[in-house]
Nanobody, 124 residues
């Protein structure tokens, strides 16, 4: 198993930026995919945001965040990041980090380990 802990959430205004971090511990070598999901207020489903293949650095994104969000990783720190720019109210959600083994999966079912989430609120 791998343990994940998110940080970096907060309250910002439209147009601002935030950078989320996802620190991992445990058997990280077993999970080759790291991704960010979010769950907006009142929504039952978690929505895929961005993912990366840990070994190759390949990245993939939801259409709604392409060009605004960037996922990256630091192998030595076992930490993934989500740089979020040009935030708007639709980005308000709890953001979750996930680890899995399904290559380029965008479904929550493709991920075995989850963090507890960090709140991002975008409001004027």
């Amino acid at each position: 198993q791998v343990q994940l802990e998110e940080s970096g959430g907060g309250s910002v205004q439209p147009g601002d930026s935030l950078k989320l971090s996802c620190a991992a511990s445990g058997r990280t070598f077993m999970y080759g995919v790291r991704a960010w999901f979010r769950q907006a207020p009142g929504k039952e489903q978690r929505e895929f945001v961005a993912g990366t293949l840990w070994n190759s650095g390949y990245t993939y994104y939801a259409d709604s965040v392409k060009g605004r969000f960037t996922i990256s990783r630091d192998n030595a720190k076992k930490t993934a990041y989500l740089q979020m720019n040009s935030l708007n109210s639709d980005d308000t959600a709890v953001y979750y980090c996930a680890a899995g083994r399904s290559v380029a999966s965008k479904s929550p079912d493709g991920f075995e380990s989850w963090g507890r989430g960090t709140q991002v609120t975008v409001s004027s």
